[in-house]
């Protein structure tokens, strides 16, 4: 009898169209909590120029959390595009989302990544292990992740094991901001979200920024 995919406990994903949505990661049972947020226009076409400059983006630093809870500074994040239309609100969005991270895990110290990516970095379903990540697409395709038990988890990364119906995975839009337990969360070892980046066509870009609990 073939072992059953489903964990002994009840894994679920959430998604709503508040930020409210995402303190439902701290949940035990929940591995994604997703905000299906609309961009605004200004960020939206700021993140549509950049990928339309076809220039490279991959910045990362490490960002330490005041204890005051002013913003964090991001100084010269994407200081190539300063001169761009709505550089700004970007960076004011950008900035949210870090004091949002930040408040809600209790984080002292977060790892920043924003990158434009013309291929899959991580092209198989796989688990990431760290305690959470936020991922969010500011344009470009989302990326891909599966419900519970849509694949049997001791088969991550064999090609020949991802599902086939094209039904069975869903997808982040552009704007979305999900958070993605991994396997370094206390209790949700075992049950970090599945998820793999989008195949791009040639001529794809996506411009997309990560955000990792790293103390």
Known sequence: MAAPL???????????????????????????????????????????????????????????????ETAPNLANLAAGFVDLQGH???????????????????????????????????????VDHVPVRLLTTYAGVGSQWLEEGAMDRRRLA??????GDPRLIQQFRSGDVGLLKGEKWHGNEGRGLIHRSPAL???????????????
């Open 6 to 68: 489903l964990h002994s406990v009840v894994t679920r994903q959430v998604q709503g169209d508040t930020p409210q949505t995402l303190a439902q990661v701290l949940a035990d049972d929940t591995n994604l909590a997703v905000w299906q947020r609309q961009l605004p226009a200004h960020i939206s076409d700021f993140a549509a120029m950049v990928l339309s400059m076809d220039q490279p983006l991959a910045e990362s630093r490490v960002l330490e959390i005041p204890d005051d």
């Open 158 to 163: 064999e090609p020949a094991a991802e599902p």
């Open 88 to 126: 700004d609100g970007f960076i004011a969005d950008v900035a949210w989302l870090v004091s949002a991270f930040a408040c809600l895990l209790g984080a002292r110290r977060v790892g920043l990544r924003l990158r434009t990516l013309d291929k899959a970095m991580c092209p198989r379903f796989h």
């Open 201 to 215: 066509a040639p001529g794809q870009r996506r411009l997309i920024l990560t955000l990792d609990w790293l103390a």
